[in-house]
């Protein structure tokens, strides 16, 4: 039997544990995965004790994704290229790190049709999963400008934002609005856009995405894109082949869920 498990500051939030169970449920297998909160302090210790204890692999999560990368041995090239890692592979020898992030907001944008080729995509938050955003949307030809509340280096401001009327897309790569801080938004207005996509899955729909639906702006959340780099990610664990058919299978059965 495989040990699996997600580490992050908070996970009381997490929808982690039941969609690696679903997985496992799909393909009859006796695996276990846990929720296993950790300090940044603890960071290294409790990695070293994971992998002691048996665990075949990791999921890491906020605050964690970059810190980690001085944790391991070996970095996957599009880990590297994002800057932050959100799998673990424990080998005999070796722990080596990934980034799945990319994979699951590339499945989520071809099944909900957002387009970002030739627009100006405007990405809050300068995190991991950011980064992993950021690189996909290049490479599909978009156009990425950072907001950030520290502005500079490449990032514009909140305030800055406001006076952007881009007709492009909104990503919100920022905890706000995340349960259990269900009334917070991290912007006021969505005018000027003609898709909002929010990596927030809890709650399904955020303030933010409520605001974006009563300006009948289509509206993305995260819950696709959670799942998918979890398939991923068991992928990475299992040296198995990518099942797109497993991923909304599980995503279907969250939505149940939910």
Request: hydrophobic share 40%; aromatic share 10%.
């Amino acid at each position: 039997m495989a040990k699996f498990g997600l580490i992050g500051g908070r996970l009381g939030h997490s929808y982690s544990m039941g969609i690696h169970e679903s997985y496992f449920d799909i393909l009859d297998e006796s695996s276990t995965y846990d929720l296993i909160e950790t300090s940044a302090e603890e960071l290294s210790n409790t990695i070293s004790r994971l992998k002691r204890e048996g665990y075949s692999g990791l999921n890491v999560t906020i605050p964690h994704k970059v810190a980690v990368m001085d944790l391991i041995d070996e970095i996957s090239v599009e880990a590297k290229d994002i800057g932050a890692v959100n799998t673990l592979k424990f080998t005999d020898n070796k722990i080596i790190g990934y980034n799945t992030d990319y994979y699951g907001i590339k499945k989520t944008f071809e099944k909900f049709g957002v387009a970002v080729r030739d627009k100006e995509v405007f990405i809050l938050g300068t995190g991991g999963a950011a980064n992993a955003v950021s690189a996909l949307c290049k490479n599909e030809g978009g156009k990425v400008t950072f907001v950030s509340r520290t502005p500079g280096a490449g990032a514009i401001g909140y305030n800055d934002l406001k006076s952007v009327h881009p007709n492009g897309v909104l990503i919100n790569c920022t905890p706000v609005g995340m349960y259990p801080d269900v009334d917070a938004s991290p912007i006021e207005s969505v005018d000027g856009f003609e898709c909002v996509v929010d990596l927030i899955y809890n709650p399904p729909t955020t303030k933010l995405l409520k605001k974006a639906e009563s300006c009948r702006i289509k509206a993305v959340n995260g819950l696709y894109m959670l799942v998918s780099q979890a398939v991923y990610a068991e992928a990475i664990w299992h040296n198995s082949s990518f099942d797109e058919q497993v991923i909304d299978k599980i995503y279907f059965e969250m939505l149940k869920r939910l």
